[in-house]
Nanobody, 117 residues
Framework: QEQFAESGGGLVHPGGSLRLSCATT????????VGWFRQAPGKQRELVGT???????NYADSVKGRFTISRDNAQKTIYLQMNSLVPEDTAVYYC???????????WGRGAQVTVSS
């Protein structure tokens, strides 16, 4: 069973917005903290932000004030709202539980986000 299915990526102009969705399993949505990660071409995967099972969030300095993570446990989905996008946000975005020392599940296919004029 696929644990994560990311969607909502696309091409957006600088200053634009996108909302990514991460559909997951019932267990993950109820029990685990979840992180959003991104990997730009030629770079290592980096953590963008996290949300714990109670909805408390933390963000990397590079996205703080622009990105917002939320979760809907009933829908088994974690969201990443991205505003004021810049070209440096171009990457493939993934979600996973590999935060706070939790186990890591297999990575999904990710969602490609391209910010370009």
């Amino acid at each position: 069973q696929e644990q994560f299915a990311e969607s909502g990526g696309g091409l957006v102009h600088p200053g634009g917005s996108l909302r990514l969705s991460c559909a997951t399993t019932d267990t993950i949505s109820r029990v685990y903290a979840v992180g959003w990660f991104r990997q730009a071409p030629g770079k290592q995967r980096e953590l963008v932000g996290t949300i714990n099972k109670n909805g408390v969030t933390n963000y990397a300095d590079s996205v703080k004030g622009r990105f917002t993570i939320s979760r809907d446990n009933a829908q088994k989905t974690i969201y990443l709202q991205m505003n004021s996008l810049v070209p440096e946000d171009t990457a493939v975005y993934y979600c996973n539980t590999d935060v706070f020392g939790q186990r890591r599940f297999p990575w999904g296919r990710g969602a490609q986000v391209t910010v370009s004029s």
